[in-house]
């Protein structure tokens, strides 16, 4: 497998791999808000645009997403058949290694196999919200100290 920077060819399968990994992660996360073109529109305007957006790719195309802003980050979504193989393990890594200073991220509290992974990784929980983002759900802050 091989990590490497997003192009913006790669736009709509990386919004569509963020789509399908949402939808397959229901009731543990709540839908996404926004419609399925509104996520492809986004993906190719903005996090390819504006964001340092990296894939996880082998024989079968891309089969994880990892998109970084300073200190942060935004996304890491897998291909929801190749959970549990490693792939998750290898974008966080990479993450730490772009960012070494320490990151932070947001997960849902209801998310507990994305907070115990975290967790496993190093991520300790800061802050809790009732609710602070576009869902309205209950949320965690995570923040790993840096190398």
């Known amino acids: 497998m091989e990590i490497r920077r997003a192009g913006p060819s790669e736009a709509t399968a990386i919004g569509d791999l963020y789509w399908r990994a949402r939808e ?10 926004h419609p399925y073109d509104d996520v492809l529109d986004h993906f190719a305007t903005v996090v390819l645009g504006q964001r340092d957006t990296w894939v996880a790719v082998d024989g079968d ?12 980050v935004d996304h890491l979504y897998l291909e929801p058949a190749r959970t549990g193989q490693g792939i998750g ?3 966080v890594e990479h ?7 320490g990151l932070d991220l947001w997960a849902f509290r209801s998310n507990t196999g994305a907070r115990r992974f975290y967790e496993r990784h190093g991520f300790v929980a800061v802050a809790f919200t009732e609710g602070d983002n576009e869902e309205g759900e209950p949320d965690v802050r995570y923040h790993w100290d840096g190398a």
Do not use: H, M, N, T
């Not at 397959?24 to 839908?31: D, F, K």
């Open 61 to 72: 195309g891309i089969v994880g997403l990892l998109v970084l802003e300073p200190g942060w």
């Open 89 to 91: 393990s290898q974008l």
């Open 24 to 33: 397959a992660a229901v009731p543990a996360i709540p839908p996404s808000v």
């Open 95 to 101: 993450a730490k290694q772009v960012q070494p200073a």
